[in-house]
């Protein structure tokens, strides 16, 4: 499966991603630990854009459930950020929880680049 940036977009996602990264740190930015949170946010989300929306997929199917997975985990990447925004940063739980879920994010996107739909 060979994947083609869309360097346009992946622009976009890049400058999406800091734009949503100062807000999570403007919201924490009280916070001891809040610009490791803005710069930690922006990382996950960045992570997460470009697949969604910066990458051409050869194949439909994969292209559309590589999209979809993509989206879920950015939506629950801000919800998990803005929640430690607003009721503050614990960083080992904040490190663990959000370190859990982009490694099963990349093993769920590899696992699905690897399926050979026919």
């Known amino acids: 499966m060979r994947l083609k940036f869309n360097v346009f977009l992946t ?3 890049i400058v999406l991603t ?8 403007d919201t924490a930015k009280d ?15 960045l992570f997460t854009l470009i697949p ?6 050869n194949n439909g199917r994969i292209g559309v459930n590589s999209r979809v997975l993509s989206g879920i985990f950015l939506i629950i990447f801000l919800i998990s ?9 614990i960083m ?3 490190l663990i929880i959000n370190g859990i879920l982009l490694l099963i994010y990349f093993a769920l996107f590899y696992k699905l680049q690897t399926i050979s739909f026919n």
Do not use: E
């Open 52 to 57: 969604l929306i910066g990458l051409q997929y």
């Open 18 to 25: 800091v734009l949503l990264g100062y807000w999570i740190y």
């Open 11 to 13: 622009i976009i996602s």
């Open 81 to 89: 950020h803005f929640f430690f925004a607003f009721y503050g940063v």
């Open 31 to 45: 916070d001891k630990n809040g610009l490791l949170c803005g710069i930690l946010s922006s990382t996950c989300l």
């Open 92 to 94: 080992p739980t904040y």
